[in-house]
Each structure stands twice: as C-alpha cells, then as structure tokens.
C-alpha cells in the first residue's frame, strides 16, 4: 500500500544560473597548442568526512494514545528501505510521482530522524524535550483497520493527549489541530515543512478517503500536537 509522501524523502537540487555548468576549458591543453609548459593545476580538495552523531543516540520509544486505543506502541527509526518513489494516476488521467515513505511494519511507527548513514542532517529532530525542530513519525491506516493508525485520526479534539516514551524521558503531548494534504503536495507544505521546538506530526495516509487509479489512497491526514510536559521515566 502507498503510505504518504515523506519530509526526508524528498530531494532538493541546487543549480546556479539557468542550467548546467559548463565544463571547464583546460588550461593543460591550450597551454599545450601554444607550445608552452602546462601549469600545473591543484587537486580538487576532497570534501572532508562529516562528524559522527554523537550528541543523541536513538536506544527505542514508544508512543501511547489512549483515543486511539494505542497502548506503547513501537516506535522505530527510519529505515533507507522505507523510503519509495511512488506514481499515482487520479480518474481524469493526471499522472504525478513523488517519494513517499511505507513503514515496514503496520504495527509499528517510523521515526523521520534525518540521519543519513549514521550523520546527522542540518534538519532533523531528537526524541526529546530538547529537539529544536519538528518531531515526523509516520504510520500505516489500513483500511480494513487492522495498522496501528487505522484510529489515529479519531484524537483530533484540541487538547487530547499522547504520551512519547524513551529510556530517559516521559514526553506528554496535546492535540493542536488535525487536516489533510495530498501526497505529491505535502512536502511543500508550510504547515507540515514548519519548524518548531515541541512540535510533533504524525502522518498517516486517509484510507477512507480519494483513491487512484490503482485503488491507492492519494491523501494524507495529519495531527499536529505540541509539548505541554516532560518528566524522567
């Protein structure tokens, strides 16, 4: 099943000017046709080795919400495999393709750490109280309500609180607002992409909602909540 599209799956291309680069005219050979001596020209520098993440280190969480009948359910870091590229056709014949995340486990909840090869990314967040950028954990709606998501959606009312767990912290938070994006558009939302300390999104696709072409869902639904406490375990 298509999940929805993901923060981190998402790849940004930089170009300077209105295309590709030209390749550099060689100064070995022209110096060459002139019949003088080639300067010769320094190594590319190599870019140097990015330091390890040392500062948090993920030891397991788990994430309990009692509306949604979610008692300390798993919690697990983003694995490369789940990360897809996806192509949907909707009924008028409007083909779009986009990345997407599918967690491996319906029972379980991916968590978006921004970590590459064990380097952490400018952008990221940490399981904690401390995390100073939005906290991305993605799971499975099924909609025959077998996923552990399949009644996320039902702890929507503001207020309504969830509780994140990890060996060192106990992290309440409440519900802020619930909405809905499509897929190939919600890597571009503001209301997602924004950063924010205490700042929490679960993302689920909306399994009773639109389908494709292919009887895929094509929609996301997205709970915001906010840090109101933190405690040790």
């Known amino acids: 099943m298509v999940l929805f599209a993901g923060i981190a799956a998402v790849t940004l291309t930089s170009t300077t000017g209105g295309g590709p680069a030209s390749p550099a005219p060689s100064t070995t050979s022209a110096a060459a046709a002139l019949g003088a001596t080639p300067t010769p020209q320094p190594s590319p520098t190599s870019r140097a080795t990015p330091p390890a993440w040392v500062d948090w280190q993920f030891a397991g969480a788990t994430l309990t919400a009692p509306e949604a009948g979610i008692d300390h359910a798993e919690i697990h870091e983003l694995r490369p495999n789940e990360i897809v590229t996806k192509t949907s056709t909707d009924a008028s014949g409007t083909t779009v393709t986009y ?45 025959d309500g077998t996923a552990l998501c399949s009644t996320i959606s039902d702890v929507t009312a503001p207020g309504d609180e969830i509780t994140l767990e990890t060996p060192t912290e106990v992290l309440t938070y409440a519900a802020v607002e619930t ?27 909306n399994s009773a909602g639109e389908r494709d072409t292919a009887g895929e869902p094509t929609v996301n639904t997205v709970l915001v909540f906010q840090l109101v406490a933190s405690r040790a375990p």
């Open 99 to 143: 990345s997407a995340i599918e967690p491996d486990d319906k029972h379980t909840i991916a968590w978006d750490s921004q970590v590459v090869d064990g380097v952490r990314q400018p952008v990221g967040s940490v399981l904690s109280a401390s995390a100073a950028n939005t906290v991305y954990l993605y799971c499975h709606d099924y909609r």
């Open 179 to 205: 909405f809905e994006e499509r897929k190939n558009e919600i890597s571009s939302d503001p209301r997602v992409t924004m950063a924010a300390p205490g700042r929490l999104l679960i993302i689920t696709c």
